[in-house]
């Protein structure tokens, strides 16, 4: 067949697949992400079998912790998202004292009020509060599908020493697939603890510097510099911009200044100078790769799709990519490397 038509129809199918997970992302998203989270636990498993653990202990323990870690985070968010919505209100008086010195400030600068204007628009408060009820509102839509959740996270755990033996069997039939999946397992279980951690550290730093600045619900902004760690190069905008609108609310430009520049640093010295020399190359995408998995998995799973970009793209690169042999060409353009030899 001619290359071309071979080209045409792959894509073709591609798309017809991307939009089919896109129509059912509400069973997609929650399967994909009790995957992970028990890849994530799958030491805490094999720790405890080289114990002779029994099973049930095997299955409980990574179990409870997955659920006890999102529990917590759920918790934590509901909380925090209902009090920004009732204080957001409260910064009214604020913002028209904000926008007059901004309009003052144009006016003596000889600048016109069109581009203020939009920018007043973008920034209402009503739009704001309506942010945060709708952000409110997503909550509660993982609330409902929390047991959706737990329930695979339960059938996952209880499947995975028999899955891992599988596996196992399965090197003499399928060896570059097995392979390619013992890969893809051991790459996104790194690339989620070492961002964990450094999701963590930034997360505990920022907590500390909002609260020496008195800017408020600190451990909600805290939260979400953690969750937006695992999204590829726009998370740390994601985790700066609504704290820093708050502090110039709160505490006039220089807050909001000194929130900005303390994000930055803190974000230059762990996410570029120390996170690479723990990360290294687990993740095996190039920066292209990465933006456009970001922009894939976002458009089909929304934003849990942008969380789990890099596991996805792991795992589509294993089952696509890495389980073929004469598809050598395609991971070093994935990768961004020349392959060896």
């Known amino acids: 067949m001619p290359r071309a038509l071979i080209l045409l129809v792959g894509i073709a199918g591609a798309v017809i697949a991307l939009f089919g997970l896109r129509e059912v992302n509400s069973i997609v998203g929650p399967v994909v992400l009790a995957l992970v989270l028990v890849i994530a636990v799958a030491p805490v498993r094999s720790w405890l079998a080289a114990r002779r653990a029994p099973i049930w202990v095997q299955v409980a323990v990574p179990f409870l912790i997955v ?13 925090s998202v209902t009090q920004l919505a009732s204080l957001l209100p409260t910064y009214a008086k604020q913002f028209e004292e904000l926008l007059a010195a901004s309009q003052h400030w144009a006016a003596t600068h000889g600048l016109g009020n069109d581009v203020l204007a939009k920018a007043v628009q973008a920034f209402d408060p009503g739009r704001m509060l309506g942010l945060a009820q709708s952000l409110l509102g997503s909550l509660i839509g993982v609330l409902s599908s929390l047991f959706l959740i737990v329930v695979l996270l339960l059938a996952m755990c209880l499947d995975a020493p028999v899955t891992a033996r599988i596996l196992t069997t399965g090197e003499g039939n399928r060896p570059q697939l097995v392979t390619a999946l013992a890969t893809f397992a ?3 279980r790194r690339y989620l603890i070492v961002s964990t951690v450094f999701g963590l550290i930034d997360a505990v730093l920022d907590v500390i510097v ?11 902004w805290g939260v979400l510099a953690l969750i937006a760690n695992y999204i590829p190069n726009i998370g740390f905008v994601i985790g700066l911009l609504p704290p820093a609108l708050l502090a110039l609310l709160h505490g006039g430009v220089k807050t909001m200044v000194l929130v900005v ?10 996410q570029s100078f120390i996170m690479p020399k723990f990360l290294g190359d687990a993740v095996g995408l190039s920066t292209t790769m990465t933006f456009l998995s970001l922009i894939v998995w976002t458009f089909m799973l929304g ?14 690169r294993a089952v696509l990519i890495d389980s073929d042999p004469s598809a050598k060409w395609a991971q070093a353009l994935v990768s961004g490397k020349m392959p060896d030899g």
């Open 186 to 188: 051991h790459k996104t």
């Open 67 to 79: 659920v006890l870690v999102l529990l917590g985070m759920v918790g934590i968010l509901t909380i």
């Open 210 to 220: 909002l609260s020496l600045l008195d800017v408020p619900l600190p451990l909600l």
């Open 303 to 316: 934003p849990l799709g942008a969380i789990l970009a890099i596991p996805l793209s792991l795992l589509a």
């Open 261 to 270: 520049v303390a994000y930055i640093v803190i974000n230059v010295v762990t």
